[in-house]
């Protein structure tokens, strides 16, 4: 009887600790008490034995197909957010604006045309940046490598420039932008930016609510933190909080999918921003290089030099700053 009790006291001891952890562990623990119960009265007594042992082993079937189907996890809490980068699949493919995808532009205020970037020129974002053959340099602003391995630095800094209203970018970025959407405009299409410079915190608040989403679903930290980078770009990994990429359009595709690539105008933007220092930032095909889903939508400033010899040799950003 001391057995029994021992036993008793261990394991629900063990099943309360459990299901405090989050709703998973707490459904875990519920089936193992469950089975307990059963194995308990069946070590125990004597009556309907045969009864007792096809109700024990309905109990573990639905314990052990329910556990090996759920996303297992028994974080215990000690782990450092920073750790988490490590257990990310780093070779998964996402979407960079997944976040932000929309479906329909229909809200005037956030699209941008070449009106309204002529608009928003000021004298200094005028001039244009005198471009040099001279080598390529690492450390250039230009090519400031951000993915999922290449956090932004802590202490880069830059100006913000008015596209339109609440849309930001680089504001050494606004002349070269206007002279691509000038061009477009001049081969007969009409370009708009749906999606430049996005702030930190925004994409903090975005990576939070995912989390939390996932957390309240039951899932553990580690588990919410590998779902939700998979979902939204992790805070300091977006070419979008540089202001150097952004998301552009035309005035007759509103959606941010691989189909624009296929429209006259994500053709001519794919075959002719690098004369304006732009580079398409996730081809079709280099999806294992950049870890990012082509998106033919998002454009990256680079420089014309660099944005040629990207160009004309089919690299990835990726590739062109790790021969430097
Ligand atoms: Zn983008």
Redo the contacts with the bound molecule.
């Keep these: 009887m001391k057995m029994r009790e021992k036993c008793r006291k261990k394991i629900t001891a063990y099943c309360k600790k459990l299901a405090a952890k989050n709703k998973l562990c707490l459904n875990l623990a519920a089936a193992l008490l469950c089975v307990y119960i059963v194995l308990d009265k069946i070590i125990y007594s004597n009556r309907y034995l045969l009864a007792r042992i096809i109700c024990a082993g309905f109990v573990l079937i639905t314990f052990v197909s329910e556990a090996s189907f759920a996303p297992m996890s028994f974080d215990d809490g000690s782990y450092d957010i920073d750790n988490y980068e490590e257990l990310v699949l780093i070779d998964s493919t996402v979407a960079?604006?997944e976040a932000?995808i929309i479906t329909e532009v229909s809200n005037e205020e956030d699209i941008a045309n070449l009106e309204d970037l002529k608009d928003n020129l000021t004298d200094e974002t005028l001039t244009d940046e005198v471009e040099s053959n001279a080598e390529f340099d690492k450390n250039d602003w230009k090519l400031l490598l951000v993915n999922k391995t290449h956090t932004i630095p802590e202490d880069y800094t830059f100006t913000l420039g008015t596209i339109k209203g609440s849309m930001k970018c680089d504001e050494r970025v606004l002349k070269p932008l206007y002279d691509m959407f000038e061009g477009a405009q001049k081969d007969g299409y009409n370009l708009t930016v749906v999606?430049p410079y996005r702030d930190i915190s925004r994409q903090e608040y975005l990576f939070e609510r995912k989390m939390k989403n996932y957390i309240n679903k039951g899932y553990s930290y580690i588990e919410a933190y590998k779902l939700s980078s998979q979902a939204v770009t992790l805070p300091g990994t977006s070419?979008?909080q540089i202001g150097l990429?952004?998301?552009i359009l035309c005035d007759n595709y509103f959606n941010l999918d691989s189909g624009f690539g296929k429209t006259e105008e994500g053709k001519w933007l794919a075959e002719n921003s690098y004369k304006y220092g732009f580079i398409l930032r996730y081809p079709e095909g280099k999806e294992d290089i950049t870890g990012i889903m082509y998106?033919p939508?998002?454009f990256r400033y680079v420089g014309v030099d660099a944005a040629t010899v990207i160009y004309e040799n089919n690299l990835t950003l990726e590739e062109f700053v790790e021969n430097l």
């Design positions: 960079e604006d932000y999606s070419e979008h990429s952004m998301d998106e939508w998002h």
